[in-house]
């Protein structure tokens, strides 16, 4: 998906952002997410254009690129539907009506200008691959204040055939990860990758920025629960260890509201 933003000059749109490339899914459920100024007295008009990658070589090239639709709104319309999520289908040339929904989401965040450094390993995860081990990666959640609902904000990159895989370290604003709450809920799920977009759950925990910061607790156990109600002895599906947390400033405006493409 690439966003634009309409200039104040023209009625022109210019880029201002494109979530990651969800390969093999016509569900894709995107992670990343893009700062904006919200200016309450101003419509800032937005377009978001959902593009299916043929060629990930060729992504900046949009004509090589099948066209699935633009869905056109202002940003203070996302803010003032019901939860902050917007649900369109998007729309082809000439009007025509595409196929899908497009759910855009925004939530208004904290004055928290902290960054937070992540590093994760993990030992012992199920095996899920029939001629190999596992293709373990993570995907880290925030919780919504109103309804319990967890959305992704990270995914790490995928260790191959492995069941005690080590991730980079990545770095992610505090406001984005919990929204400046250090002891709101954060969901980490692990997964088995699958070239065909059907990824295998291996497990999950719940923990908070402010756990994971603690010297107290450095290994999670990955849960699953369908297996854990399935089998009488059932432990885990292996464990998940926070190998290092650092705080950093970020130095720039953190008043922001969050984007967030989830279909």
């Not at 060629?55 to 090589?64: D, G, P, Q, V």
């Not at 902050?84 to 009007?95: A, F, I």
């Not at 055939?161 to 799920?189: M, S």
């Not at 920025?209 to 885990?236: G, I, P, W």
């Amino acid at each position: 998906v690439i966003v634009y933003a309409q200039t104040e000059e023209s009625a022109s749109y210019r880029e201002v952002w494109r979530t990651e490339i969800m390969q093999n899914t016509r569900h894709p459920d995107f992670a990343s997410t893009h700062i904006m100024d919200y200016v309450f007295e101003e419509r800032q008009q937005l377009k978001f254009s959902v593009y299916y990658v043929d060629s990930t070589a060729a992504t900046s090239a949009l004509e090589k690129q099948d066209y699935l639709g633009s869905v056109e709104c202002s940003l203070g319309e996302i803010i003032g539907a019901p939860s902050c999520t917007l649900v369109r289908t998007p729309t082809l040339q000439k009007g025509r009506r595409g196929t899908g929904k497009l759910v855009v989401t925004a939530e208004e965040t904290s004055g928290s200008k902290d960054l937070v450094v992540l590093h994760f390993s993990a030992t012992k995860l199920d095996k899920k691959d029939l001629f190999g081990k596992s293709d373990p990666f993570l995907v880290l959640q925030r919780k919504f204040p109103d309804g319990g609902k967890f959305v992704p904000v990270h995914r790490t990159e995928v260790i191959k055939n492995t069941l005690n895989p080590f991730w980079k370290p990545f770095t992610l604003p505090v406001t984005a990860l919990c929204h400046g709450d250090y002891h709101r809920p954060i969901r980490i799920e692990c997964y088995d990758w699958d070239s065909d977009g059907g990824h295998d759950y291996i497990g999950a925990f719940v923990t908070t920025l402010a756990e994971l910061k603690s010297k107290q607790k450095d290994s999670f156990q990955c849960v699953n629960e369908t297996k854990r109600r399935k089998k009488k002895h059932y432990v885990n599906s292996g464990t998940v260890q926070r190998s290092h947390v650092d705080n950093r400033v970020l130095p720039c405006c953190c008043f922001f509201k969050k984007i967030n493409l989830l279909k």
